[in-house]
């Protein structure tokens, strides 16, 4: 991961442009939902997804340095963390859902401390 977490990687820019909602996300270690949820806006970029059966159904944000790579024709997004970490990342709560207030500041410092 790159040292701003809300800002997409060289290596996954043309995220950036793209609708990733709908996509599969996979993990270091296989596959975790999908992308329920995308913003591109510029300071905050991040994935909010669905991690259906896996842990409950539960929402997570992946910040947007957390991600590798895109496959477009797989439609899947590649993140560099573990399933372990993502499940236990801070639940995504809409009522919540300024990305710039309290909740950002959950995740900024829970992928902060596994990346840096």
């Not at 040292?3 to 609708?19: K, L, N, P, V, Y």
């Not at 842990?55 to 963390?81: K, M, N, Q, W, Y």
Request: charge should be negative; hydrophobic fraction near 40%; proline fraction near 4%.
């Amino acid at each position: 991961m790159h040292s701003d977490i809300w800002t997409f990687s060289e290596a996954a820019i043309q995220a950036a442009e793209m609708d990733l909602t709908g996509y599969k996300v996979e993990a270091t270690d296989g596959g975790i939902g999908k992308v329920d949820k995308h913003s591109a806006d510029v300071g905050r970029c991040h994935l909010v997804v669905d991690t259906g059966p896996w842990i409950l159904g539960r929402h997570v944000v992946i910040p947007a340095g957390v991600v590798t790579t895109v496959d477009r024709s797989a439609e899947t997004v590649f993140v560099g963390c573990t399933k372990e970490q993502i499940q236990n990342a801070p639940e995504f709560v809409p009522e919540e859902a300024d990305t710039s207030g309290p909740q950002k500041l959950r995740f900024v410092d829970y992928y902060l401390a596994f990346f840096h």
